[in-house]
């Protein structure tokens, strides 16, 4: 088919959203590591998560060897409502920046929580719904998690107890206002309500808090409260399982039009979005069928991939999750507060990790006046106000493409466009009056978080 006949708007039908989630671990030679009891430091048995997680999402979790899960109809007619989302050639974009460079981006923003995690929040609320459980807790960072889980929770008739990280609890006290409009009870963190947060907030009073210890918190009320149970937006297995229904559209898409990407980006906080976008397109290269460039982008302030150490860690400040064999900064670490963009967790999907250590993916770490820079130059063109995380993703796809200026070649590149930054305003004014700042930790810093990663046989970094 002629280039000139490829649409803005690739859409799929209804009828074409997947009916399967595709596992990557599957095709996954080296698998990623277990995640370990931190008292015994032995793998997890299904039976000690279960006063943390769900059953069944605990069985997807360890489940490491089968390729195709069934998405159940209940979940698909929620994913009606807002998918297939579309799939845009960004010919604008392109324009603006004479690159021959053919630019995709899979747009995730088009529901209410404003990102790609109402894509997980659904399943997670259908299988405690399932489950018989009365409610879930969480924590949330930026709001969009806590958005997805409290629209999900409103589906299914549960109770939903939301830990939001301090420092955006009062930079976005609209957000918290959406999550009630879903029925959510949502708590700044560090909160008095748990014994962590009191503890917390004893050693560091005035903390603007932090991912890991606001999922100290929501582990904590899941675990002393009956019919409760702690789910999380990011960073698990299951969560990557989930988000592949974006990658399988994308390819689905593509494939309509025998097109194949050269390179495909996308942001990395803990890697829901990233592992979802790619996991199709990483098992035709774990299977040797085909080969991409694959790039992670994250924030030079939080760079867990590209200074971060490979080894077990703890998920949470409070160190009562399990520990992860990850790329991570140590759960005591604390990005700065002038750090407005969102991937603030300190560590990373176990698959990504184990991905990226065995040299099948790429990673680079991008500082954030040029993220928002990237941001307007896509706002002004493609009309999307993007997320500050989605726009990690869209600096290195113009960075690609302006490559491609200079050397002449009309490569292809997919990018995920995670969501909207309606909710983001302050940060873009602080860019607006030159407010923002490049924070970039120093490895002193860095240092400190990494001297908290539990030492032990095995895991010496
Ligand atoms: C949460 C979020 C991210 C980062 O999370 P991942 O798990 O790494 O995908 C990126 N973009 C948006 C819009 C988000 O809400």
Not at 43 to 67: N, R, V
Not at 190 to 199: A, F, H, L, W
Not at 224 to 237: E, I, M
Not at 302 to 320: E, H, L, N, Q, V
Request: glycine share 10%.
């Amino acid at each position: 088919m002629s280039e000139n006949k490829i649409p803005y708007r690739i859409y799929l039908e209804e009828n074409e959203i997947p009916k399967q989630w595709y596992n990557v671990r599957a095709d996954m030679k080296n698998k990623p590591a277990p995640l370990l009891n931190p008292g015994t430091l032995e793998p997890f048995k299904p039976e000690e998560l279960s006063p943390i997680f769900c059953d069944e999402l605990i069985a997807q979790e360890l489940d490491d060897t089968t390729p195709y899960i069934d998405i159940p109809e209940e979940i698909r007619e929620y994913y009606k409502t807002y998918r297939p989302a579309p799939l845009m050639r960004a010919y604008h974009l392109e324009k603006a920046l004479g690159t021959p460079a053919k630019i995709y981006y899979k747009f995730e923003g088009n529901n209410t929580s404003g990102s790609h995690k109402l894509n997980s929040a659904i399943a997670q609320a259908y299988y405690a719904k399932k489950q018989g459980l009365k409610g879930v807790t969480t924590e949330t960072g930026a709001g969009q998690w806590g958005t997805a889980l409290s629209m999900a929770c409103a589906y299914f008739g549960l109770d939903c107890k939301v830990y939001m990280v301090k420092v955006s609890y009062e930079q976005k006290p609209f957000r918290r206002e959406v999550m009630r409009v879903y029925g959510a009870n949502v708590t700044p963190s560090p909160s008095m309500d748990t014994e962590v947060g009191r503890k917390i907030l004893e050693a560091h009073p005035g903390t603007t808090g932090s991912l890991g210890c606001a999922i100290s918190e929501a582990v904590e009320v899941a675990t002393k409260n009956d019919g409760y149970r702690y789910v999380l937006g990011s960073v698990l297995n299951q969560v990557l399982l989930h988000q592949s229904v974006i990658g399988l559209e994308a390819k689905a898409a593509l494939d309509k039009y025998g097109i194949t990407p050269d390179i495909i980006i996308g942001c990395a906080g803990g890697g829901s979005n990233l592992g979802g976008l790619i996991s199709p397109f990483m098992g035709e290269k774990l299977r040797g069928e085909k080969d991409y460039r694959i790039i992670a982008v994250e924030p030079a302030s939080c760079p867990s991939f590209t200074r971060g150490k490979f080894a077990y860690d703890f998920c949470d400040t409070g160190m009562i999750c399990p520990l992860a064999k990850m790329y991570t900064l140590g759960s005591g670490f604390i990005p700065s507060p002038n750090h407005a963009g969102g991937l603030r967790f300190h560590g990373m999907s176990t698959v990504l990790s184990q991905l990226y250590h065995d040299g099948f993916m790429e990673a680079v770490a991008v500082e954030q006046t040029s993220v928002f820079d990237a941001a307007e130059t896509f706002a002004r063109t493609e009309g999307i106000l993007p997320a500050p995380e989605s726009s990690h993703a869209i600096r290195v796809a113009i960075d690609e493409a302006l490559k491609c200026k200079e050397t002449g070649e009309e490569k292809t590149i997919l990018f995920g466009l995670t969501g909207t930054g309606y909710f983001d305003m302050y940060a873009y004014e602080a860019f607006h009056d030159g407010r923002m700042s490049d924070y970039i930790p120093t490895d002193e810093d860095l240092q400190l978080g990494f001297n908290g990663i539990p030492i032990f046989p095995g895991n010496e970094i």
